[in-house]
């Protein structure tokens, strides 16, 4: 099991920029690839973006195509998420998750280890 420590959520307005961060600690990080995900009030828990262990291979949800950008950083144990552009509809708690599969996946069920996960309010 891999414990996930997410940071970097807040409050932005509109047009904004924030960096997200999800530590990683308990097992090899590198034998892991990495997704974001999140979940606004009332509804379910969404795919958001997904980075392949080695880094070379990341898928993104439509809703964030071209605004958030996902990477990681395995002397550090984490992965980011940069979310520029953002728009209110993007207030959600996010969380990241850890995969050991080797192919990608946007279901939370093909993901092993979880985060408590992070705020992201923006207001309009």
């Known amino acids: 099991q891999v414990r996930l420590v997410e940071s970097g959520g807040g409050l932005v307005q509109a047009g904004g920029s924030l960096r997200l961060s999800c530590e990683a600690s308990?097992?090899?990080?590198?034998?892991?690839?990495m997704g974001w995900f999140r979940q606004a009030p009332g509804k379910e828990r969404v795919f958001v973006a997904y980075?392949?262990?080695?880094?070379?291979?990341?898928i993104y949800a439509d809703s964030v195509k071209g605004r958030f950008t996902i990477s990681r950083d395995d002397a550090k144990n984490t992965v980011y998420l940069q979310m520029n552009s953002l728009k209110p509809e993007d207030t959600a708690v996010y969380y990241c998750?850890?995969?050991?599969?080797?192919?990608?996946?946007?279901?939370?069920?093909?993901?092993?280890?979880w985060g408590q996960g992070t705020q992201v309010t923006v207001s309009s």
């Open positions: 998750a850890a995969r050991q599969g080797p192919t990608y996946s946007v279901y939370e069920y093909r993901y092993d280890d």
């Open positions: 308990g097992r090899t990080f590198s034998n892991y690839a």
């Open positions: 980075i392949s262990r080695s880094g070379g291979g990341t």
